[in-house]
């Protein structure tokens, strides 16, 4: 029976670690008058095999164990820590596409709006546009089921549209000018997922580069678009870890070697299976002098953490943002036929200062997951000060310098969430996702005119000569949100900036609408700042 062979593997990884062989689980059980008894030793592994197969063979009723299984393993797992986990199949594909930098589909970019798939961008090179397939279209039948006008789960849509390259689709859409659906057939390829969504001269020495995984193409997409940036006369660097989760331990310490002198520590990992293991900067890294800011927010984790730790604690470049998210954890994936994983704990890394920056797992897993939202509460997103270090894990940086583990990484700079635009007015116009909508629309109705524009401040100029803010301001009204005229300075800069960054992503790429955010973006000011 593959699914007990399934679940009695699962159990045996857990229970009795990576140093036994199978062997060792044969004989634990014995069969006796048509029964099922424990062996001698009566471990906690045997216990749950026993009920496994006992179950299996005996209930009184048929019963589908992948599904109690699926229940079961993330309550095994829970009692270990936060972040060793169990994933079934299609949460396991979506985690190692991401990492791996690609998957297979037709290469687009699309959203639901008025119960429409509505496409937003064609990737550059993809299958879709091969075919021309066009920002603007409207999904109406894939392989000729209806996925419009009725309430469509957006996994259900990737679901259809993805699939093993080679295969096909037939998508039909509705087109502006067209009157009646256009088909197409779409082979399947392989689909890029970046991890650099910008790379740009930010000044004419400076260049910026946002990091959002790390995967398996994180080091070279890094070292390409460095490459490129040298060539526009790059002298300083600025690197974006704010939002990054984190990915592949290997990634970052290959991405922080290229910053790195020659023996310099980078990190190390121990754990009660895993015997210390320490990583060193080998000095062949072309970026080892430059002049470095690496910012970072309360969702840079894991990977992004050992970055970040590696530079501060050799002095390396100075850490800007506010502090980090502080997993400091290493997961081994152990698949499955199946297609199902585990993620188990297996070390835990330290930064070469040796502070482990992982924060307390607290008294639940709801206390874990709500850490953020408390430090929102206590005021660290707002003050440095409400920030408690702690005074039990102190350390020192190769230059001297104090730093604190038991709780991520604070930075060297702190610079506070602005919420001098804040306004109850741009709360219900998000809310009711007003700015997404009206962007679509008004790119969708104006993609000639578009077509024009290259750069972000071409369609900011396009947008101030049109009156663009005022013509939303009406459009949300008529969409029950009322017009707030006594709205502050602040809050209608902020207001232009979520309206005309929608636009420059609909109308151009990520990168464009990157650089239009970071014009306002006080913690990118005070990058540059520090460089300059």
Do not use: W
């Amino acid at each position: 029976m593959k699914t007990l062979k399934r679940i009695v593997q699962i159990i045996f990884v857990l229970t009795m670690g990576f140093f036994l062989g199978i062997e060792a689980m044969i004989g634990l059980y014995k069969r006796n008058n048509n029964s099922f008894h424990a062996g001698p030793s009566n471990t906690g592994s045997q216990k749950v095999e026993t009920l496994i197969k006992a179950i299996d063979r005996k209930y009184v009723d048929q019963v589908d164990m992948d599904s109690i299984m699926d229940r079961v393993l993330p309550t095994i797992l829970e009692a270990l820590d936060p972040h060793s986990a169990y994933y079934p199949a299609e949460e396991t594909q979506v985690s190692n596409d991401e990492l791996h930098g690609s998957f297979s589909g037709i290469g687009i970019q699309f959203s639901i709006q008025d119960d429409t798939v509505r496409v937003n961008n064609v990737i550059h090179g993809g299958p879709s546009e091969k075919v021309g397939v066009l920002a603007g279209d409207r999904i109406i039948l894939i392989n000729d089921s209806l996925f419009a006008g009725k309430k469509i789960p957006s996994n259900d849509i990737v679901k259809n549209l993805k699939g093993p390259k080679g295969t096909t689709v037939k998508i039909s859409v509705m087109r502006n000018g067209e009157p009646d659906l256009v088909d197409f057939t779409i082979e399947r390829g392989d689909i890029p997922v970046k991890s650099v969504d910008a790379a740009y001269m930010i000044s004419d020495q400076i260049g910026y580069i946002m990091i959002n995984k790390f995967g398996e193409t994180t080091f070279s997409e890094m070292m390409v678009s460095l490459a490129e940036l040298s060539s526009k006369g790059m002298k300083k660097l600025i690197i974006d870890l704010r939002g990054n989760s984190g990915g592949y331990l290997g990634a970052a310490i290959q991405m922080v070697n290229e910053f790195l002198p020659k023996n310099d520590l980078i990190v190390y990992t121990q754990g009660a299976h895993s015997p210390m293991a320490k990583q060193f900067a080998d000095g062949r890294g072309h970026y080892k002098n430059i002049p470095l800011v690496v910012m970072i927010d309360e969702s840079s984790a894991s990977a992004a953490e050992i970055f970040t730790g590696a530079i501060q604690d050799n002095d390396r470049g100075t850490i800007v943002g506010r502090r980090s998210f502080g997993k400091g954890l290493v997961q081994e994936p152990i698949d499955f036929n199946d297609g199902s994983s585990i993620r188990i704990t297996i070390a835990r890394y330290y930064t070469p200062s040796g502070r482990c920056i992982q924060k307390p797992y607290g008294d639940s897993d709801e206390d874990y997951a709500m850490d953020i939202v408390k430090r929102y509460e206590h005021g660290e997103f707002f003050s440095a000060d409400s920030i408690k270090q702690n005074e039990d894990e102190v350390y020192t940086t190769k230059g001297g310098r104090t730093v604190y583990g038991g709780g991520g990484i604070m930075p060297d700079v702190f610079v506070a969430q602005d919420t001098t635009g804040y306004s109850t007015y741009y709360s219900n116009v998000v809310r009711k996702s007003l700015i997404n909508q009206y962007s679509f629309k008004y790119v969708d109705s104006r993609r000639s005119d578009f077509a024009g524009l290259k750069t972000y401040a071409d369609v900011e100029n396009y947008l101030d000569a049109d009156n663009v803010l005022t013509k939303f301001y009406d459009y949300a009204a008529k969409n029950g949100v009322k017009r707030d005229h006594s709205l502050s300075l602040p809050a209608r800069k902020q207001m232009r900036t979520a309206l005309y960054g929608n636009i420059i992503y609909d109308a151009l790429d990520m990168q464009d609408y990157i650089s239009f955010i970071n014009l306002s973006d006080p913690a990118v000011t005070k990058a540059v700042e520090i460089l300059k």
